[in-house]
């Protein structure tokens, strides 16, 4: 475990080249603002640069964020690659937002548009009289949708996940 200095002056280049293949940097954040941490979890204070840990295996950076998430319940841990924050992060602890997996947003949607039909057919069979009815239908398809894009987005965002990883994998040294 090794810390690096995210903005330090007197560096030549940035700090991802401070990062070698097989390096995982993890970044502490609040898990309400996303606000920076320090290495103990407390807001930086005026002046205080910001901070990655940097660790040799995803396994010790995997410890190292449910150790400090226990200690911290507060904090959301991301763990990167080595080419830091050019991809999504491989994995985050603590995140207290509801992410959901493709398959449960997919069903979601899918329930939502067979919750319409018969509100429909029952508004289509009184004769348009049940207004109510079409318009809750109308907003049960709307939000369908939602789920359904959402779905495909998340579907795409573990197929980058996957990829990332594969490379990194793949990379000889590892």
């Known amino acids: ?25 993890v970044f502490l954040r609040d898990a309400q603002t996303s606000a920076e941490r320090n290495v103990e979890g407390k807001p930086l204070r005026r002046g205080e640069p910001g901070v990655c840990v940097v660790f040799g295996s995803f396994d010790e950076a995997a410890a190292f964020c449910q150790r400090t998430i226990r200690e911290h319940p507060g904090l959301r841990c991301d763990i990167y ?4 924050l050019a991809s999504p ?13 493709p398959r449960i947003l997919m069903a979601l949607a899918g329930a939502c548009i067979v919750a319409s039909a018969p509100l429909f057919w029952f508004d289509w069979h009184k004769h348009g009289e049940m207004i109510l009815l079409s318009v809750i239908g109308i907003n049960l398809v709307a939000a369908g949708v939602r789920f359904l894009f959402w779905g495909l987005g998340a579907i795409d965002d573990e197929h980058e ?7 990194v994998a793949a990379q000889p040294g590892l």
């Open 161 to 167: 996940r996957s990829k990332s990883a594969a490379k």
């Open 1 to 25: 475990m090794r810390l690096v200095t995210l903005h330090d002056p007197h560096r030549r280049g940035t700090w991802l080249d401070e990062l070698a293949p097989g390096d995982y940097p």
């Open 81 to 84: 690659d080595h080419r830091g």
């Open 89 to 101: 992060p491989l994995c985050t602890f603590g995140d207290r937002e509801w992410d959901p997996k």
